[in-house]
């Protein structure tokens, strides 16, 4: 295969909608969709991608039933609990992005040991948004650049959109060449808003629970069929 993205980010939705289909509770959905995270990593790690980004909580989700949030909260650290291990042998560095302190402190703690467990592997990056918001974000970064201008850290007249980048929450990471999204909904959900300005973007209409390696294979085969332009 040629042309493989070095970096895909996905809109995982559609947990609740395949629950509800199936006269399940909502977090029935979000236990099963912790499965496709397992197939996409695999399948992202199959084909050669190098960085795989998931949407998992946006700054938006806080709005949702309070056992539910605290439900998937449990369900992350069930899985920090049994995957940093195997991250860490398979040569995955842990990341994440986001309004971390406004987090559960476990979650901090569980995160911030798994991290700092696989931040010297190289081979593969799992990138999770967490309490993240594409406008947030944006903020966080002009209130950066205006402390940094007010202590003279930082000419105004030098700020392009490099400098700008540097200032965001993934400066260290590529923009992504792909973003999925499932469930068929066509909008981006205040993802990655900055930089997704160029990627290309697959929807499919399957569900989250039922996206499998073979999807992402899919969506991957519909990205090398594209001619990326950036605008030229």
């Not at 895909?8 to 909502?26: E, F, S, T, V």
């Not at 605290?70 to 860490?88: G, M, S």
Request: proline share 3%; charged share 30%.
């Amino acid at each position: 295969m040629s042309s493989i993205p070095k970096h895909i980010a996905i809109i995982m939705d559609g947990n609740g909608r395949w629950a509800k289909k199936r006269g399940l509770p909502k977090i029935a959905g979000h236990h099963a969709g912790a499965k496709s995270v397992e197939e996409a990593i695999t399948a992202a790690r199959e084909a050669g991608v190098k960085i795989l980004t998931l949407y998992a909580f946006s700054t938006e989700n806080w709005s949702r039933p309070k056992h539910e949030v605290a439900a998937l909260f449990k369900l992350l650290e069930d899985y920090i609990d049994r995957k940093a291990n195997d991250l860490h042998k398979n040569g995955i560095r842990l990341s994440v992005i986001g309004r971390l302190e406004g987090l559960p402190e476990g979650v901090c703690k569980k995160l911030a040991a798994a991290m700092d467990k696989t931040r010297n592997n190289g081979s593969f990056m799992l990138n999770l948004a967490l309490n993240y918001g594409g406008r947030a974000e944006i903020v966080d970064a002009v209130r950066k650049i205006v402390s940094d201008c007010r202590e003279q850290k930082l000419k105004a007249d030098l700020i392009d959109e490099a400098v700008f980048s540097s200032y965001l929450y993934t400066k260290d990471i590529p923009d992504p060449d792909l973003l999925i999204r499932t469930s068929g909904e066509m909008r981006v959900s205040n993802f990655l808003l900055w930089q997704i300005s160029y990627s290309e973007i697959y929807v499919t209409k399957k569900l989250w629970p039922d996206f499998r390696k073979g999807d992402l294979k899919k969506a991957i085969a519909e990205y090398q069929k594209r001619e990326r332009r950036y605008g030229g």
